[in-house]
């Protein structure tokens, strides 16, 4: 059985190591803080207690803090913001703070990283002691503690190259909310410059996996269940099931770990659960937001992505190669920078599938995609899973040999196309004997391809592989239904891909069909087709 994620360690009253009292201090000075609004002492519950004191009180032999990164998946309405922000003053002029230590508050943009520093300036000015020997550098957004040289600033990740930072202290606030990872990477790097430095990230859960937060939240779920054996990460996962009751209160108690102490506001949730009954995209807002479901990119998804996911088995095609089984290729060709794809399509067993992609992008456009979307086209182009073809349009020269090698290399009984781009590609290949056919895109061919391919993944009957750039394709389907009923795929975005999912629908029922013209690899292919 895998073990939850959940952090009962926060609730057990398990003893916390601190053989050198550091958490008892750090404890101490956070709770001699003011809250800026009422003057009252910072309101640390003992759910954040015990978090501070499982970050500062475990220590190696020599002394050093064994906690070097902290994972928080806390929903909104919780106050981590603050408890990070109380977490920076500690080591900006707390008991924490070095000489010359740089405390970097960073987020998506301006306004968000902005949020989290006037929570700290304000804990720091509503404290008269602390606020005589700070100086706030609101035009900076730097607060600098002179006596030290130690100083914090917000910085953002729209906010150009930072470069050249030796931070002793990083909270990456809302990091679901990261488009790019390369302030991520220079902060990272930067952190391992000086010892004893700590990373902190605060963050909701996001959508989809094609992102930094979600490597980074999954891995902290690795550490948490006991897969990875990893002490400097500190796991504070607070997330519910992605099946559960979204409307069960038990459940947001659960998750909400201020909710026994009067935040978030109850009734607050309550009518937010009531808009969700009556409409999608706030039921799926509540779930994200409140209740830490980590969504997919769909509001009105084509089938549930953790139901997809069941299908990740290995397809090997190199056994596919020597048994030669029927083959079938969807293939959904782009107009100029979109995505293009070739979907190779076997049975699996007697009523199942198994599919390959080989997906195709320009290459000058990769960079530009990756920053509007903040999907990792570079590192999947790195990775194999697209190829990358020369200029700012998708060379169909390249998609075409593809075509004839996989014609080559397996059984192939037809190949697939939309003739509304694929006219000159179709011709040719059928030109030298190849099993090419027209596969429109409208309801009269999309409707039953898409009934069928919905029965193969609610089934578990089909198998992808986990390829990462075909996921990301089916996670941001919505589906669209006419008066009759039949249900067409759609994607919610202009910057979100399906194509991926269009070609694996097309050889799904080609292949489901089973209508080619049962003609092997070796009835048709010579070496004079060819193409290098």
Request: hydrophobic share 40%.
């Amino acid at each position: 059985m895998t073990r939850s994620t959940y952090p009962e360690w926060i609730y057990d009253g398990s003893e916390i190591p601190d053989p050198l009292g550091f958490g008892e201090r750090a404890v101490k000075f956070l709770r001699m803080l003011r809250h800026p609004k009422s003057g009252k002492a910072f309101q640390l519950d003992p759910w954040q207690e015990r978090i501070v004191r499982r970050i500062y009180g475990p220590r190696h032999e020599d002394g050093s803090r064994i906690v070097k990164t902290v994972v928080g998946l806390i929903p909104r309405g919780n106050r981590k913001t603050s408890l990070a922000a109380a977490l920076e003053a500690l080591h900006t002029v707390g008991p924490e703070a070095v000489p010359g230590g740089e405390v970097i508050t960073s987020a998506s943009d301006r306004k968000q990283a902005r949020i989290a520093y006037e929570e700290l300036r304000g804990l720091m000015l509503a404290h008269p002691r602390i606020a005589s020997h700070v100086r706030p550098l609101d035009y900076r957004n730097r607060i600098v503690y002179p006596k030290l040289r130690s100083f914090c600033e917000a910085i953002s990740a729209d906010a150009g190259t930072q470069h050249g930072r030796t931070p002793v202290f990083v909270l990456a606030d809302e990091l679901h909310a990261w488009k790019k990872r390369e302030l991520w990477d220079v902060l990272r790097s930067g952190l391992v410059k000086t010892p004893g430095s700590l990373l902190v990230v605060a963050t909701t859960a996001g959508r989809g996996q094609e992102n930094i937060a979600w490597d980074i939240v999954d891995d902290a779920r690795r550490v948490a269940r006991g897969e990875v054996d990893d002490p400097s990460i500190l796991p504070v996962l607070f997330e519910a099931e992605r099946d559960c009751d979204w409307q069960d209160e038990e459940v947001w108690f659960r998750v909400n770990p201020g909710l026994r102490h009067g935040y978030p506001d109850i009734e607050g949730l309550r009518q937010l659960a009531r808009e969700g009954e009556r409409r999608i995209g706030d039921r799926e807002a509540f779930r994200q937001l409140n209740l830490n479901i980590w969504l997919d990119h769909a509001t009105d998804p084509f089938v549930e992505m953790h139901i997809y996911d069941e299908g990740r088995g290995a397809v090997d095609l190199d056994d596919l190669e020597a048994r030669q089984p029927p083959c079938w290729l969807g293939v959904d060709l782009s107009s100029n920078s979109d995505l293009t794809v070739i979907v190779a399509c076997w049975r699996d067993g007697d009523d199942g599938f198994q599919v390959a992609p080989f997906f195709f992008c320009p290459e000058d456009n990769l960079r530009a995609r990756e920053d509007l979307s903040g999907v990792p086209y570079t590192t999947w182009a790195d990775e194999g899973l697209i190829t990358p073809t020369p200029g700012n349009v998708v060379d169909f020269r390249a998609v075409e040999d593809q075509v004839r090698e996989l014609c080559a290399r397996f059984n192939v009984q037809e190949i697939a196309f939309d003739p509304h781009l694929a006219r000159n590609m179709l011709n040719d290949l059928l030109e030298d004997g190849f099993p090419a056919v027209e596969f429109r895109q409208g309801w009269v061919s999309m409707a039953p391809a898409v009934k069928e391919l919905e029965r193969a993944i609610i089934g578990r009957r089909f198998r992808h592989g986990g390829h990462p750039v075909l996921r990301w394709n089916f996670s941001n389907i919505e589906v669209r239904t006419d008066s009759a009923g039949n249900r067409a795929f759609h994607k919610g975005k202009s910057r979100d891909k399906i194509d991926g999912a269009v070609a694996a629908a097309m050889a799904v029922a080609r292949c489901a069909a089973d209508e080619g013209g049962m003609v092997t690899a070796a009835d048709w292919f010579t070496e004079d087709m060819w193409t290098a």
